[in-house]
């Protein structure tokens, strides 16, 4: 049974950071590409950032330049490092395998970890 347990999230002002982590159990997580998602109230869930099994990263325009993904493959852990964050980053944040070549989530969700960016 895949699980997916991200943690991190809480509240924090306009510039500040944060540091979200992601424990993925019963897969075999080394192969998986895995991305960050978000989903803000009343809108869509969004890929923020993916990253290879190998450790490549892409990354949305609006997040370019202030998050960072990393994984960890022996603790079987995704993180993603967020600065200077801003307030329509605001939002439940979710990690997820990646179907492989594509962007599409793949499998069951975790509870995901709010995010509250305030002005």
């Known amino acids: 049974q895949v699980q997916l347990v991200e943690s991190g999230g809480g509240l924090v002002q306009a510039g500040g950071s944060l540091r979200l982590s992601c424990a993925a159990s019963?897969?075999?997580?080394?192969?998986?590409?895995m991305g960050w998602f978000r989903q803000a109230p009343g809108k869509q869930r969004e890929l923020v950032g993916r990253?290879?099994?190998?450790?490549?990263?892409k990354y949305g325009d609006s997040v370019k330049g202030r998050f960072t993904i990393s994984r960890d493959n022996a603790k079987n852990m995704v993180y993603l490092q967020m600065n200077s964050l801003k307030p329509e980053d605001t939002g439940v944040y979710y990690c997820?395998?990646?179907?492989?070549?594509?962007?599409?989530?793949?499998?069951?969700w975790g509870q995901g970890t709010q995010v509250t960016v305030s002005p």
């Open positions: 990253i290879s099994a190998v450790g490549n990263t």
């Open positions: 997820n395998r990646l179907s492989p070549g594509t962007d599409s989530p793949w499998g069951s």
């Open positions: 019963g897969i075999v997580y080394r192969t998986n590409p």
